[in-house]
């Protein structure tokens, strides 16, 4: 296992249900994933702890005005 974190991270958007799926991978030692609001900067950012060897996934709602 490498001694350094090897973070993946991918994005895939439904304009249809109005959410974005984010994907997390780590092929290394544990890893912390912060994810930001960018519409509310003051908010905290949601932490996502991938263990090594694997993958997580979340769902989150995204406004419903698209450009």
């Known amino acids: 296992m490498p001694l350094h974190p090897q973070r993946h991270a991918s994005a895939r958007a439904d304009a249809g249900t109005y959410t974005v799926t984010l994907k997390f991978a780590n092929t290394g030692r544990a890893a ?28 989150w709602a995204a406004r419903q005005q698209w450009r």
Do not use: Y
Not at 39 to 50: A, E, G, N, S
């Open 32 to 59: 912390v994933f912060h994810v930001h609001d960018k519409l509310h900067l003051d908010r905290l950012p949601q932490r996502c702890i991938v263990e090594p060897g694997k993958t997580l996934h979340g769902d």
